[in-house]
């Protein structure tokens, strides 16, 4: 009952966002997360709210369990945020002014979980993450709002490792690089030869041959 209630909230207020509602159907199914968080709805501001040391949500003295919102002058949701028992658990969703949704994240017990996406103001998409029990994990990408591809990094247990890319708005590649088992970079530094960056120690120094 709990993914049928979760799921038809995010089709209810997204409109025109079928990917994401994908990805995160499919993140709370795999979880087999069985908490069910009440679709009682208190404003951030609200006089009963109280944090804890810990990051923990009381309202009215008790941990707190349902969505704290914040609106924008016109009265539409900025942002909304879900809680069991005082920690952040399900789904964290912003919108913009006009309704359109501008990021979805997931948590559990209080860290980032599962596949988060965010969209720029013209509905392209602004970035892909992943992560697992609050650490990256797998593939990162963030795109311009043009749609061209701004980031593509990757991580295993919250370190870079692998293949990581940045380019510019005009194209032009920023860095381009490979981390290996080892902490060090080996990568293409925008000029012909490949060139060798010491992870550890920030020393360059000439590399013959192409990292893949």
Known sequence: MKQISVIGFLILIMVGCDEPIKEIKQTIEEDGNDMVIPELLVLSSDSGITKK???????????????????YPNDTIALKKGYF??????????????GNTRYIRPYRNGEKHGTHVGFHRNGV??????????????????WFASGQLATNMNYVNGKEFGKQ????ADGKVR???????????????GIK????LDGVTQTVDPYKGTEQ
Request: hydrophobic share 30%.
């Open 53 to 71: 040391q810990n990051g923990d949500i009381l309202f009215k003295g008790q941990p707190f369990s349902g969505y704290l919102i914040e609106k």
């Open 85 to 98: 028992e005082g920690k952040q658990n399900g789904i964290m969703m912003a919108f913009y002014e006009n």
């Open 125 to 142: 998409k602004a970035f892909e993450y992943h992560f697992v029990n609050g650490f990256s994990e797998g593939n990162h990408k963030e």
């Open 165 to 168: 890319q940045a380019w510019r």
């Open 175 to 189: 860095s381009n690089y490979i981390v290996r088992e080892n902490g060090r970079r080996y990568g293409l530094m």
């Open 193 to 196: 030869r490949c060139t060798k």
